[in-house]
């Protein structure tokens, strides 16, 4: 195992810069999520980690080593892709093991090791099948088996689980961590899916336009959103939104105006009156109420544990989650009340996290 250091990465394709001087930091044995919107660079970073695209400028290091000329075999990584990339015509313990033979290591010693690593995944009943006839679940663990057996220093997982389908998807998510816990190996994850990121990662990378633009943990990340992409993008639903005006704030409290309703809050260090704002809600902090933000709904969404609400709110759109079973039709008019120490502020102009 080794950490991995990325120190002032950049990308370009020609004239086009796609990283831009990207700095992230992955401990020895940690589970890191890089997670964003098509386009934001997620897997050029990751394949630049594996060598599998040159660096336009900084460096990658793996444990003490500067691996910007490396190739990738010579990174001691292993990478599992969204495609499962199995020789259609070799079995299961065949796949498994090729990398090994290619190391010329023992027939006894690869089958020993292709029989530890299925062992771990519950491959042992498929191992003389072909990848015809398994499932995708399975193709995915045959996949992962391929790179276990290697005991690289780092594995990289580039969108794994997007071929699956949703109940697959939970469960592969499961067993991935549990894979982690297991073999304590550091990991790099690729998604575009913050659910998996939330669910899996010791630490998130949120990328947008080849930025960072936040690292912590899951919970930091969603209970401190830096600034109103990372808000908007950490969370599903996401965070509601709603354009306001800082009408005063005195005595540790904050009047603000949201549409015509008012809402008072404790005020956050730098807040000042006039300062155009964005006010954040995340779905679950929102209630009903006998006075508040009175919207109007428009779409109920029954989920079974949860009841997911789409409310007009002036010209804004907000939703709400509620764990009662409240009765609503499209139409009806309500109150929705806010959980006011819940409340996140933005400057509407720069984005940034006011406090």
């Not at 990398?99 to 498929?126: C, F, H, N």
């Not at 010791?202 to 959103?225: M, T």
């Not at 540790?252 to 404790?266: D, F, M, N, R, Y």
Request: proline residues 4%; hydrophobic residues 40%.
């Amino acid at each position: 195992m080794a950490e991995v250091s990325v120190k002032q990465v950049s990308k370009n394709y020609g004239d086009a810069a796609v990283i831009h001087c990207i700095d992230v930091d992955i401990a020895d044995g940690e589970f890191v999520v890089l997670v964003g919107p098509s386009g934001c660079g997620k897997s050029t970073l990751l394949r630049m980690i594996a060598g599998l695209e040159e660096i336009t400028s900084g460096d990658v290091t793996i444990g003490d080593r500067r691996v910007n000329n490396l190739s990738p075999s010579e990174r001691d990584i292993a990478m599992v892709f969204q495609s499962y990339a199995l020789y259609p015509h070799k079995t299961v313990e065949a796949n498994m093991g090729f990398a090994l033979k290619l190391r010329k290591l023992d027939k006894a010693e690869v089958k020993r090791q292709v029989a530890d690593a299925a062992e771990i995944l519950g491959l042992t009943p498929y191992l003389r099948r072909y990848p015809r006839a398994l499932s995708g679940g399975q193709r995915q663990r045959v996949a992962m088996g391929r790179a276990i057996v290697r005991n690289p220093q780092v594995f990289l997982f580039d969108e794994p689980l997007s071929n699956l389908d949703a109940k697959l998807r939970v469960q592969m998510r499961t067993e991935i961590r549990e894979l982690h816990q297991r073999l304590q190996t550091t990991t790099v994850y690729v998604t575009h899916d913050q659910i998996e990121a939330m669910t899996m990662a010791d630490k998130i990378v949120v990328l947008n336009e080849g930025h960072v633009e936040q690292i912590g943990s899951p919970l930091d990340l969603y209970d401190r959103p830096k600034n109103k992409f990372v808000a908007s993008f950490i969370g599903s639903p996401s965070m509601n939104l709603m354009t306001g005006d800082v009408v005063s704030v005195d005595k540790g409290e904050a009047k603000l105006s949201l549409a015509g309703a008012t809402l008072i809050i404790p005020a956050p260090k730098g807040l000042v009156v006039g300062r155009k704002i964005s006010v954040g809600v995340r779905p679950e902090h929102l209630k009903l109420a006998s006075s508040g933000l009175r919207s109007k709904v428009r779409v109920v969404e029954p989920t079974g544990s949860e009841i997911h609400v789409v409310f007009q709110f002036q010209d804004q759109e907000i939703t709400a989650v509620f764990r009662e079973r409240h009765t609503l039709a499209p139409g009806e008019e309500v109150f929705l009340g806010v959980e006011t120490d819940q409340v996140h502020l933005f400057d509407e102009e720069t984005g940034e996290r006011i406090g």
